[in-house]
């Protein structure tokens, strides 16, 4: 009996040893990663000044090229700005996970509609030497989503509804296009001829399609001259490609210079000397014609009077 | 509970605290080895249910609810904070005033009415250090312990339901959880749940020794005892939140 107290005892201090054993080690461990440090690791520190941070708050996010590099360790507002501490996260040995220029560029922008914050680091060009961490760093202006949408959508409404905006210029379209739709009903203009009541255009129309009907049915059988030509029957094109053959030959003979024509046409201007001294001679016949006229006149009527 | 109540639990309790300077003995140790025993391993069971439980409820609500906004990655933070925060304590506290502190009440009740505690006094016994002293002792250890465990079973409970109903992966749940999470949620929060023990502890105890009319009064005083250690634990909670956080 008393050694089945005793082991019972043993068994509860056993229980009870392995459960606190578990729980204090959980426990510390629990501390170690709820304190954030990580073995391996080295912080590194950062000072960046603000006009304004727009609700930046301690442990937002602190992110690189879009990397987490570490978290907002502490705010304060001086008179300058507010200065923004920040720790950097970096392997122990390796140096700061940053390597900021003189062009960098640091802000804070909204990470989701519901409002959280974190901070950017863009380093800068690489053309650039490095600037100490030490020093202290001017963060940009923050751009607040909510203020930006609020100021579009007031653009927005501005040009919706002021004068000569779109608001507007959608109620002029209404008034032309209730115009047109009136003047419409009322059958004015072609468009509206045609969709009246009144048939007289589309009777004209009617009257149009079917002679242009006929006139298609004349080509297609081969009636009148623009028909023969559309014809399936080459007649006249045999007709006109004789035609043309026979041109180009009278053509190549006037090119030749034959013929009288040809002659004519040639640069030999032989013919045309000749021709030219035909015409000054009959010239000179007609002058000598036209000097001796009244004496053969005269003598005639002087001989004709015998 | 008028004030003379109070003033006598809380004279109970400095009794029961005077006599922690025995616990070195060899009678008191094994007391208090049995106690953390019966109060603390033996409610292992019940607290890993409701502490799992717990968890999944909140991680499932918080994700729902976060899953509008594609926020649900964030479940995690909820569900570890708020764990740590007040939902461990809190759960632990209840649990155990309902499991340990009615049985402690019911057992001195007991020993009340059938004359026993009067036998501890006649062999010149105190019966604060003898009874009281090894509970308040065991409760101490053992509640912010198991608080702390109901918080690692909850977040447990939490990547549950994350992983298989939100698609929310274990590295993402638990590096969100722990990112959020500060050494000053988990040691207020188990600060909380010492206080809890204290309060499990002296309340059961006086309401034990305070039983009178036989085993009607047992009863009534098992029940007294809940009543009170379940107002005592949300009215302390809401002070300790408003002392730290506010």
């Not at chain 1, 950062?46 to 727009?54: A, L, P």
């Not at chain 1, 010239?283 to 015998?306: H, M, Q």
């Not at chain 2, 799992?52 to 569900?79: S, Y």
């Amino acid at each position: 009996m008393k050694k089945d107290l005793f082991s019972n005892e043993v068994n509860i201090e056993v229980v009870l040893g392995v459960f606190l054993v578990f729980v204090v080690f959980g426990l510390a461990y629990f501390t170690f990663m709820l304190s954030g440090k990580k073995l391996g690791e080295q912080k590194h520190r950062m000072e960046v000044v603000f006009n304004d941070v727009m609700g930046l708050r301690t442990k937002d996010s602190v992110v690189v090229r879009g990397m987490p590099v570490g978290e907002v360790a502490s705010l304060e507002l001086k008179p300058d700005g507010v200065h923004v501490f920040l720790e950097l996260v970096g392997k122990r040995g390796q140096g700061a996970p940053v390597r900021m220029k003189k062009d960098y560029r640091i802000a804070i922008v909204t990470t989701s509609i519901l409002g959280g914050r974190m901070l950017t680091i863009g380093e800068g060009s690489r053309d650039y030497g490095d600037l100490p961490l030490e020093m202290v760093f001017n963060g940009q202006d923050p751009h607040d989503l909510m203020s930006d949408t609020a100021e579009l959508f007031s653009s927005l409404r501005q040009g919706l509804t002021e004068k000569g905006g779109v608001v507007e210029g959608l109620k002029e379209a209404a008034a032309d296009i209730r115009e047109i739709s009136r003047r419409l009903n009322a059958g004015k203009g072609t468009l509206g001829k045609l969709l009246s009541e009144d048939d007289t255009l589309y009777d004209d129309l009617k009257a149009g399609v079917a002679s242009l009907r006929k006139v298609s049915e004349r080509l297609d059988e081969g009636k009148s001259t623009l028909g023969k030509l559309l014809a399936d029957d080459d007649q006249v094109y045999q007709d006109l490609k004789a035609t043309v053959s026979a041109a180009r030959k009278i053509a190549e003979r006037l090119e030749k210079g034959d013929g009288t024509l040809g002659k004519l046409l040639s640069e030999d201007d032989a013919l045309y000397k000749e021709f030219v001294n035909v015409v000054q001679e009959a010239k000179a016949v007609l002058d000598d014609l036209r000097e001796t006229t009244p004496v053969v006149t005269f003598a005639s009527i002087l001989f004709g009077a015998f | 509970m008028n004030l003379r109540a109070v003033g006598k639990a809380a004279l109970l309790l400095a009794l029961a605290a005077a006599g922690i300077r025995f616990i070195y003995r060899k009678r008191c140790r094994i007391e208090v080895y049995a106690s953390m025993y019966v109060y603390g391993i033996k409610s292992l069971g019940v607290i890993t249910v409701v502490a799992v439980f717990t968890g999944m409820i909140l991680a499932l609500n918080t994700g729902i609810a976060m899953r509008d906004f594609h926020q649900e990655a964030h479940i995690g933070t909820a569900v570890m904070v708020s764990m740590l925060r007040e939902m461990g304590p809190f759960m632990t506290g209840l649990i155990l005033a309902a499991c340990v502190g009615s049985a402690m009440a019911a057992q001195l009740g007991t020993m009340v009415v059938s004359e026993e505690i009067a036998a501890l006094e006649i062999m010149s016994i105190d019966p604060i250090r003898f009874l009281v002293m090894p509970r308040l002792m065991a409760m101490c250890v053992m509640t912010p312990l198991l608080s702390f465990y109901t918080c690692i079973m909850g977040v447990i409970g939490g990547g549950i339901v994350g992983k298989q109903l939100l698609d929310v992966p274990w590295d993402i749940y638990f590096d969100n959880a722990l990112r959020w999470a500060k050494n000053k949620d988990l040691f207020v929060g188990m600060f909380k749940a010492f206080l809890f023990g204290v309060i499990i502890t002296t309340v059961s105890c006086y309401e034990g020794f305070a039983t009178t009319h036989g085993a009607v009064g047992v009863g009534a005083a098992t029940r007294k005892a809940v009543i009170i250690c379940f107002l005592a634990i949300l009215i302390t909670g809401l002070l300790v939140t408003g002392l730290f956080y506010y």
